[in-house]
């Protein structure tokens, strides 16, 4: 896997083979955590959050730290020299001098692909308005693996605020180029997944605005919170409020096996009595989230502590023999 020094911005900057390694990576950092627990000593990741976070931030954070790596940074631009009129380019240069690797959130689209021009080290996106988020998307496919050993031939739902919701514009693009996915796009009428989005994607896209009609055919129900934040009025987030929730009630339409998966944070979308049944694996989502960010920062630092890929990598199908053509922005190739 080539992923030393680079970025990671989008979640279509890595190809399906390093997508796989990163996921076999991720696999054996949480069947034995303790041996990665001075893989990253002496590092420094410095995480700069200018948009307010606690899973990412703080699976980011338990990350670095359980790799022994210690971590620098900010979850408050207010307290950072933002405050005193420093550009956040000014920002990024200096922080780089301090650290290894940069994790950064952002409310504007783009402004961490921007900023990655300034710095040598990776940078990684850890949300950008709502645009992306793929450190999200890569535990989201971690943890589909975990409970479906496949990323192809599934029927996923995608439930809520689709024309906001980061996460699945993220995750939307990937699960595309794995063989014989359909997706079920379930939102209100005013927050429909962007038409620029769809428009790229090769699998079925079915849309709908009713949950209970479609559970039955899913294999994977995935869904989202109303990003209030990203709403031009207070009105227009009324309107749209409550629009879903997932009971305990329609969980009976859902297949036996298939699992309900949620980015976090909840407001209402579902009930707490979904949470005791075993195919809510939501919370298991956020520590799938933690090991997959383990093995992300000692790819992108270049710390090989193992090469390990099991003979079931197979599973991983591509859509396409893309594994040289959807590098990200910095796609040099470093061993
Ligand atoms: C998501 C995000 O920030 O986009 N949260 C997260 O990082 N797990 C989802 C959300 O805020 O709704």
């Not at 192809?152 to 794995?178: A, E, P, Q, W």
């Not at 039955?216 to 709403?231: A, G, H, N, S």
């Not at 049944?277 to 989230?289: N, P």
Request: aromatic share 8%.
């Amino acid at each position: 896997m080539y992923l030393k020094g680079r970025h990671l911005l989008n979640s279509t900057d890595f190809s399906i083979d390093e997508l796989s390694s990163l996921i076999h990576l991720a696999e054996a950092i949480s069947e034995n955590p303790a041996y990665y627990s001075e893989s990253c000593k002496g590092q420094v990741m410095a995480s700069l959050f200018y948009e307010p976070s606690t899973r990412t931030r703080l699976s980011f954070d338990a990350a670095m730290k359980r790799l022994g790596g210690t971590v620098i940074g900010f979850s408050d631009p207010v307290i950072s020299s933002h405050s005193k009129g420093e550009s956040i380019e000014d920002t990024v240069r200096t922080v780089e001098c301090y650290s290894d690797i940069i994790v950064m959130r952002h409310p504007e689209p783009f402004k961490p692909h921007k900023l990655s021009k300034l710095i040598s080290n990776p940078l990684i996106n850890a949300g950008d308005g709502s645009n992306q988020h793929p450190t999200q998307t890569l535990a989201d496919l971690f943890t589909i693996y975990m409970y479906k050993k496949r990323l192809s031939n599934l029927k996923i739902g995608f439930c809520g605020d689709l024309k906001y919701g980061r996460t699945v514009h993220s995750l939307i693009k990937v699960m595309d180029r794995y063989e014989g996915n359909t997706f079920t796009c379930i939102s209100p009428d005013s927050l429909k997944l962007p038409e620029e989005i769809i428009k790229d994607l090769r699998s079925e896209v079915i849309k709908c605005n009713q949950l209970e009609k479609t559970m039955k055919d899913l294999d994977i129900l995935y869904m989202t919170r109303i990003q209030k934040e990203r709403f031009p009025t207070a009105q227009e987030y009324e309107n749209c409020k409550g629009y879903y929730i997932l009971t305990k009630e329609e969980m009976k339409y859902a297949k036996e096996d298939a699992i309900i998966m949620h980015p976090l944070p909840r407001v209402d979308e579902i009930h707490e009595s979904v949470d005791s049944d075993k195919r809510a694996v939501y919370f298991q989502q956020a520590r799938a989230g933690m090991y997959m960010r383990m093995a992300l920062i000692l790819s992108l630092l270049g710390i090989n502590k193992v090469q390990y890929v099991r003979p079931e990598s197979l599973w991983l199908e591509p859509f396409l023999d893309d594994s040289r053509q959807v590098l990200g922005d910095r796609c040099q190739v470093q061993g």
